[in-house]
């Protein structure tokens, strides 16, 4: 019978069992010694260094516990800070990837008879930000490197200094404004009175002369009983007379082609809504929290709540689903299809898709109600039109 050697099955049989991990509760920490079975370890622990092992830990059983606890801790907070930086992940990921290591410290070894009690113990000392849910304890790394703290400081600062330059900029646009109208300060609104005669017999004159009055003796007694506050009066009335002719005048020359172009500056200066849900339109399905059966599939939005969640009836099963409206997207059709217009300038306008730009993920639209009827509308985005049920 031929020696056993290295590369004899045996060995090789006994280094692939050894590969991996092995159960925890036949490793030994004091000698760092992992067990395959019972046997194993029970002539482990009666073995001669174990013993040894044990003779030296019973010297001084806390500071052996507490240098597991500190080994522990820092190969457990280095982890997180390099694995995932300062996201907020669940506890129990992080102790999976730490004990992939072979070699790492184990928990039975430490102050800490839990996962949840260390992960408390992170919390209450500072290391991370710990919350308690639902699907259980999830953990986020606060980074106090000086770098880090030293880079977000530039960052404040930075932002601090591009606020200066724009009361900066704001404070010179002022004094431009203020030069502009030759140093005057702006004038006040006047104060117009109620034009009124003290006896029904008095008459009243008014003195439009540029220069002096035309009498040498000056106004005469009505005028000068009622004052400068009646003068305003007459002017101001004066005033308003003529702009309400010129503005009669411009509402005469004004065509059904001026009027449309005012509706089309006051669209464009309307600012995009951030929903936009309607009633009547498919739409397709792109959360997978659902599962496979509804997610890529298409639905008809029945109904529109708080203008960001929808009543959807499903095409295929006719399930009923509430959905918001981040969990769904547009369905373009084929071209010639009805569309429905959901934002922009053209927001709750039907119209006929003309053709497909897929480079620049837009579309040609023929608009197909509304005053604009006929007119084609090229560059809109995918997502502000949706085929129609």
């Known amino acids: 019978m031929g020696k056993e050697g290295f590369l004899s099955p045996k060995a090789i049989g006994n280094r692939i069992k050894a590969k991996g991990l092995q159960k925890l509760r036949w490793y030994c920490q004091m000698c760092q010694k992992q067990c395959r079975d019972e046997n194993g370890f029970k002539c482990h622990c009666m073995s001669e260094s174990h013993q040894r092992q044990l003779l030296l830990a019973s010297e001084d059983p806390n500071q052996i516990m507490d240098n597991f606890s500190q080994e522990f801790k820092t190969d457990f907070v280095e982890l997180i800070k390099r694995r995932f930086g300062t996201k907020r992940v669940h506890n129990n990921i992080v102790y999976n990837e730490y004990i992939n290591d072979r070699e790492h410290v184990h ?39 000086p770098e880090t703290i030293r880079r977000q400081e530039e960052l404040e600062r930075k932002k601090k200094q591009d606020l200066d330059d724009e009361e900066r900029s704001a404070k010179f646009i002022e004094e431009q404004v203020r030069r502009g109208q030759g140093g005057r300060e702006p004038e006040e609104a006047p104060v117009f009175t109620e034009l009124k005669r003290e006896s029904e017999e008095e008459k009243i004159t008014f003195n439009l002369a540029k220069g002096s009055c035309s009498s040498a003796e000056g106004p005469s007694k009505a005028s000068a009983a009622l004052g400068p506050s009646a003068l305003k009066a ?40 951030d929903h936009w849900l309607h009633p009547g339109i498919v739409i397709k399905v792109v959360t997978k929290r659902l599962g496979e059966k509804y997610h890529k599939k298409k639905g008809v939005v029945k109904e529109v709540q708080d203008k960001y969640t929808a009543v959807v009836k499903m095409i295929d099963s ?27 300038v053209y927001r709750d306008t039907e119209a006929l898709l003309d053709s497909i730009d897929e480079r620049k993920f837009s579309a040609t639209l023929t608009l197909d109600s509304g005053r604009m009827k006929g007119r084609r509308v090229d560059g809109i985005a995918y997502e502000d039109f949706s085929k129609m049920a």
């Not at 006719?318 to 959905?323: F, Q």
Request: proline share 4%.
């Open 234 to 273: 007459a002017g101001s009335v004066k005033r308003k007379d003529a702009p309400s002719t010129s503005e009669a005048k411009e509402k005469k020359k004004k065509s059904a082609l001026d009027e449309i172009m005012q509706m089309e500056e006051q669209k464009k200066r309307s600012v995009r809504a």
């Open 318 to 344: 006719g399930d009923k689903l509430k959905l918001d409206q981040s969990h769904l997207e547009t369905v373009i059709p084929a071209p010639g299809k009805r569309v429905l217009i959901l934002n922009g």
């Open 107 to 145: 928990m039975n070894s430490t102050q800490w008879e839990t996962l949840t009690e260390f992960t408390k113990w992170l919390g209450k000392e500072g290391f991370c930000k710990v919350d308690e849910t639902p699907k259980g304890w999830y953990i986020q790394y606060i980074d106090r490197d």
